[in-house]
């Protein structure tokens, strides 16, 4: 699950144990943390004696609350090799660690990626790459690689994810030689129509003979899937996905290796849950 407002919920204490409380209760296993660079901002997480505050919030998760994996996002490999990275280099225990980087660059994007797009302005100008998408997937790409040596020969394994939405084949081909999971974005106001937004993207997968761990992300705004999660459970939305894969492709569960979900995002999905179980009750 990816955790928007971050910054307002780390150093209190409150708003730690209900993030925390959610995941476990609904058997979340993995966070992907927002808002880190607002957090650097005001804690210095790559100075060792500044950043207890993550580091302890961190253990916490994995240790009282048994979250398996604790993951950052960000926009560019730069922003690891200066904060996280840093940050994990700093702490001495595993418990304490990042164990994922989540790259969420979304180079498809023609108005990001254009001329004065934000891409282009903040960084393909300033490293000499045309803006446009041919420009933006190679920073894309790049930035991939640079994640992967981060971790290399390190004690501590770091996974790099990448997450990826609307792709050619060739595309998805390089980037997942280039990570260790792809999130697969799949968008809609039910399962059904999620697997139909995506059942393209799923089969350049297949028809690449593509090994890669795959994780599909559902986005839980009230225009997509949100609102239906008020009134059926995870576990429905889950099984009705794989259902409607097996009706209409049976060789994607068989041959795609698809480990779960990913919600997007904590503040979206928790008011959904909530009502659902206020309105079981």
């Known amino acids: 699950m990816y955790v928007d407002n971050f910054n307002e919920i780390l150093g209190n204490p409150t708003k730690e144990d209900k993030l925390l409380s959610f995941a476990q209760k609904n058997n979340i296993k ?38 398996k ?10 922003f690891f090799v200066k904060i996280i990275n840093t940050y994990n280099n700093s702490r001495q225990k595993s418990s304490e660690k990042f164990d994922i980087y989540n790259l969420e660059y979304e180079y498809w994007s023609s108005k990001a990626s254009g001329i004065d797009g934000y891409y282009c302005v903040n960084y393909l100008e300033e490293n000499g790459i045309p803006c446009g ?5 190679k920073f894309f790409i790049d930035n991939l690689k640079q994640l992967k040596n981060l971790s290399k020969g390190k004690p501590h394994k770091v996974e790099v994810d990448a997450f990826v939405g609307y792709y050619t084949q060739n595309e998805i081909v ?52 949100g609102y239906w999660l008020k009134f059926e459970s995870l576990d429905r939305g889950e099984f009705l996905f794989f259902f409607e894969m097996n009706a209409k492709n049976n060789q994607l569960k068989k041959k795609l290796n698809i ?23």
């Open 69 to 78: 994996k604790i993951g950052a996002s960000g926009e560019s490999a730069d």
């Open 133 to 137: 998408r041919e420009g933006s997937f």
């Open 174 to 225: 390089e980037i997942a030689k280039n990570c260790d999971r792809l999130v697969v974005l799949a968008i809609g106001k039910d399962p059904k129509f999620c697997f139909a937004s995506t059942q393209t993207n799923l089969e350049s997968i297949l028809n690449s003979n593509i090994k890669t761990k795959a994780s599909i992300m559902f986005s839980t705004t009230m225009n997509d899937l």
């Open 259 to 281: 480990e779960g979900f990913t919600y997007h995002t904590y503040s979206y999905l928790e008011k959904s849950v909530s009502y659902y179980y206020y309105n079981r009750n």
């Open 30 to 67: 993995i966070l992907i943390l927002y808002e880190l660079n607002k957090v650097h901002k005001r804690i210095s997480l790559s100075d060792r004696r500044n950043n207890n505050i993550l580091s302890e919030f961190i253990q916490k998760a994995k240790q009282k609350y048994l979250i």
